[in-house]
């Protein structure tokens, strides 16, 4: 039988929208749910800040009566006018290996971009490229990160055939704690004493007082960002729900702040993968023992993911960058930690990409923002 594509909403058929993955994947050992709490408010039009200035509509694909796939087409107003371009959007991707059903879905996010005026489609984001992005096109045989995606190996060539060209890849680097460059961190310890000559300090952030801490952080982000490629601005809503969404797994040993005369000038964000805890809790559910798992568990992950790290410009290639990296691999191995991921960075990123083989870092997985003209 021919794909039927049906519109759901929030209020009709969202719960069919999130759980299509788990039944996807239910078989898949490296699969790990996102949290069904934390996907439904995602899709909430009075809870999630992107829902204040963009769009998404939900779709579904059916064949023979089963739900075989599903997608959402985005329009991002601030992306668009942040980069002046006319770019639509899609994502929370999933399909089984058809042709027929990845075409037929990708065919609506394309109808959708084109009537919000949009002259090219780009995915995949969750919803913007401050979320998860990406299609995994290398390094399948491991289970994501944290806030990292996942999926099979057919999903990027029949994207292709659709038409989708690469736009930008996605790296992300394991860093093993073991065989962690040691001359860098000899090196490290230099750096910092010579920054701290300059009046340049690093410190651990204040989690006692988050509150003051993000916002500092948002600042530097929306300011070392804004030259990479994809950058958005964060709204302070968007920030703030960041914030909310982190702060119950953050660890202070390893997050760090570089102040310059008690100005916020960099900041270095590390978090335990609690996907190995998630991996457990079938269907994403955190009841009734998800959620005691999750708060027992995330100081005993075996591995952390460099979340973020960013320096303003003018403080840059002075070496702050390498003593995050340094104190991070320090931390690890303090704890005994198997390895730390340092994602996602942008194949055009040269000084981190280089940073990360430095430390004698395996660039092995590679995630893919497709585009093309509609």
Known sequence: MSVTITEVSFKNGINDFINFPHDLYADDKYYVPEIFMGQKDMMNPEKYPFHKYGTATYFLAKK??????????????NYNSHHKCKVGFFGFFDFIEDQEVCNALLDKAKAYA????????????????????????RGFEDSPKIMMTYNKSYYGPLMENWGLKK???????????ATASEKSLRIADALEERLNKRGIIIRNINLKDLNTEV?????????????????????????EYLKNDLKMILDDKFAYMAEKDGEPVGFGLTVPNINEILIKNKRGSLFPFGIFRL??????????????????????????????FAKNIREAKRRGLIAGEASWILESNEAMVAAAKNLNGENYKTYRLYKKAI
Do not use: S
Not at 116 to 135: I, V
């Open 167 to 177: 736009e930008m890849d996605l790296f992300a680097f394991l860093i093993p704690t």
């Open 295 to 324: 708060l027992l568990g995330k100081n005993k992950t075996k591995y952390v993911r460099i979340l973020a790290l960013g320096v303003r410009e003018e403080y840059r290639k002075m070496g702050i960058e390498a003593v995050f």
């Open 215 to 239: 916002k500092k952080v948002q600042k530097i982000y929306n300011e070392a960002w804004e030259e990479n490629w994809g950058f958005v601005p964060f709204t302070d809503a968007e920030f």
């Open 64 to 77: 023979d009566g089963k739900i075989v796939g599903r997608i959402a087409a985005i329009n991002n107003p």
């Open 114 to 137: 084109k009537e919000h005026g949009n002259e090219y489609l780009m995915g995949p984001t969750n919803f913007t490229t401050n979320e998860t992005a990406g299609t995994l096109v």
